[in-house]
């Protein structure tokens, strides 16, 4: 298991981006994604996702803004969610970061954890639907 990145919910996403910026961050792949804005925040070994929504919004209250959860690799996310919380998934879903399986846990300190299995790296014929003849 490892630290994909920590997920951060902001209200003005120009804000923030502008913020980690001049802090000497590097703003990559921002983009309109599942009913919000996201973008990846590089800080040396750290990635902060920044999004305007979460994915699991719709089962739990959340404030305007907000640590949300740290997201972490598994080689089995069916494994993984055993004897867990299950707040939203196991979900597909597709970005930047490639295609994933995905599911989110309720976790101590009032947050989710966010398990993702890999399923295809960015550009691969998995993920882009290419003839792999």
């Not at 599942?34 to 929504?53: F, H, Q």
């Not at 404030?63 to 939203?88: I, K, M, N, S």
Request: some cysteine; glycine content about 10%; charged content about 30%.
């Amino acid at each position: 298991m490892g630290l994909a990145n920590l997920a951060v919910k902001v209200v003005d996403m120009d804000a923030a981006c502008s913020y980690y910026e001049r802090a000497g961050a590097e703003v990559r792949d921002r983009m309109r994604w599942n009913g919000g804005e996201r973008a990846d925040i590089y800080m040396g070994p750290l990635t902060i996702t920044l999004m305007t929504r979460a994915l699991y919004e719709d089962r739990i209250d959340l404030p305007d803004e907000a640590f949300l959860h740290p997201a972490l690799f598994t080689d089995d996310l069916d494994a993984e969610l055993a004897g867990h919380d299950v707040v939203w998934g196991p979900e597909v879903v597709e970005g930047p970061f490639g295609r994933r399986r995905v599911a989110f846990v309720n976790a101590p300190g009032a947050i989710r954890l966010e398990f993702m299995e890999q399923l295809a790296p960015v550009g691969s014929p998995e993920r882009t639907g290419a003839d792999r003849s």
